[in-house]
DNA sequence: TCAACTATTCGGCGTTGCTAAGTACCAGTA
DNA sequence: TACTGGTACTTAGCAACGCCGAATAGTTGA
């Protein structure tokens, strides 16, 4: 991977599958495949699980245990009030950011 | 400061920085100074110094020490050829980034 | 003399994503 | 039966980054 992208994910991946979750509830290797197929191609499988167990250790998701037809059962994660509170912030951030990124692009041209 | 702010600079400070010294030679202080007038109020000053020691190592500035009318002298770096490719290449990750998190965060409403 | 501002350095810390390996369950196939 | 492959999750150790706190050093003004 670039490098550079692994840690500006640092943060924001945080909020990428909170916005998912938002969504939908999902489990952890459906995540990682809605992740490749958007591009996201080489964040590693681990990297999902362990972002998972964070946000249920932190209070921002409820967990469900469903026994799946074909292989273990699964850990359905759906985001609680908590976590919707929590993932508004990330946006705030990630505005706050994306804007100054922006104007810095355009100045330094 | 957010947490969330801080966990998302990382990878992006740096490019920051980039681009700040891709307008103009400068100094760490004031580049520090620089980003707290544009509302990144909690930037540590320890940062900002060793991602420039962290630059001059990967050989991305040059530097020159310039002595100061009120202080110790200056370290003012310049973004050299290598630089600004490697910034090029923060915007592509930074501008794949980005639209992937537009799109969640229209589709997530 | 003492505070305040300019300017840089250093050591240790916590969080994060990555790597790599392992466990477990099921289906199809030879 | 044995093996391969897809599904699904876990774990241990690592490196990079930004933060915190303290120190150093030069200049100016009270």
New interface residues.
Partial sequence: M?G?????????L???VL??L??RPAHGYEITAWLRD???ADIAEGTIYALLIRFEQRGLVDVRKVPSEQGPPRKVYSLNTQGRKYLD??????S???E??QQ??K??K
């Fill in positions: 670039s550079q992208l692994t840690e500006m994910l640092k943060g924001s945080e909020g990428i916005a998912i938002s969504g958007r591009g996201f912030e990330f946006w705030k951030s990630w706050f950011l994306a100054r990124l810095l692009r100045g330094g």
